[in-house]
């Protein structure tokens, strides 16, 4: 007796290469002997991208005097823009600062003049203040092509706004317009109005920021004057302890 004589022996070997093939087995014999007892080379390391720096942020200057030069040189972020800067105004020591968005198109010589400047006058006469007493600066020296900050160095100008602040240290800031609002306090009016901001120095000095209308609103909105002449009176309250 011996093994199974019907046994299909050519359908057994076609099957198990099938198997052998579906393994991945493509080859029995190959022209190199393989050495199965060698350890395998280490794998490549893969190569390491050198680290990026990032670029460190512009040092601003760190006195009044040399900021205001720097402001209305080449180095400030809207040098490139059309137009004459503006210079801030006022004594290096006020109490009171007030922010605007940028220069209007009647402005020469100063920030604030033509009819948006008379109104403005008038709101600080109302409080019994004037030009030579307040701090007056603008978050752009150049007046931008459309009349609004230009959201992309929105953020790069409310820095510079805030290290302005910082320079001046008044006890009190009256941020007047959205873009004055947005580049000292992260906000527009409508949600910064009707309390006060403390904005934080290096040094340990605290400016209390008053948000209010732009005197540009009020002449398109003039029943808006009863909020702005609320948040004027919360300007000149006593400073609080």
């Not at 942020?57 to 760190?62: G, I, R």
């Not at 790069?156 to 320079?167: D, K, P």
């Amino acid at each position: 007796m011996g093994a199974d004589q019907n046994l299909d022996w050519a359908a057994a070997a076609a099957s198990a290469l099938d198997w052998w093939r579906d393994a991945g087995v493509d080859v029995l014999v190959a022209d190199e002997p393989l050495r199965w007892l060698e350890a395998p080379p280490p794998a490549p390391t893969p190569a390491i991208a050198p680290a990026t720096v990032a670029p460190a942020p512009d040092v601003l200057p760190d006195t009044l005097e040399a900021f205001a030069a720097w402001r209305l040189g080449e180095g400030a972020p809207d040098a490139d823009w059309g137009g004459v800067p503006i210079a801030a105004s006022g004594p290096a020591g006020a109490t009171v600062m007030i922010l605007v968005d940028c220069p209007e198109r009647d402005d020469r010589d100063v920030l604030m003049e033509g009819p948006v400047g008379r109104l403005f006058d008038r709101m600080l006469a109302a409080i019994g203040l004037d030009r030579a007493q307040v701090a007056l600066a603008a978050v752009c020296a150049r007046r931008p092509t459309t009349g609004r900050v230009p959201r992309d160095i929105e953020a790069r100008l409310g820095t510079i706004a805030r290290h302005h602040v910082e320079l001046v240290a008044p006890k009190r800031l009256l941020a007047m317009g959205d873009a004055a609002s947005r580049a000292i306090l992260s906000m527009n009016v409508a949600d910064a109005r009707g309390r006060y901001h403390p904005l934080n120095h290096r040094n340990g000095t605290v400016t209390e920021v008053v948000a209010t209308h732009h005197p540009r609103f009020l002449l398109d909105r003039p029943a808006a004057k009863t909020e702005a002449w609320r948040d004027l009176l919360m300007l000149t309250q006593e400073q609080r302890s």
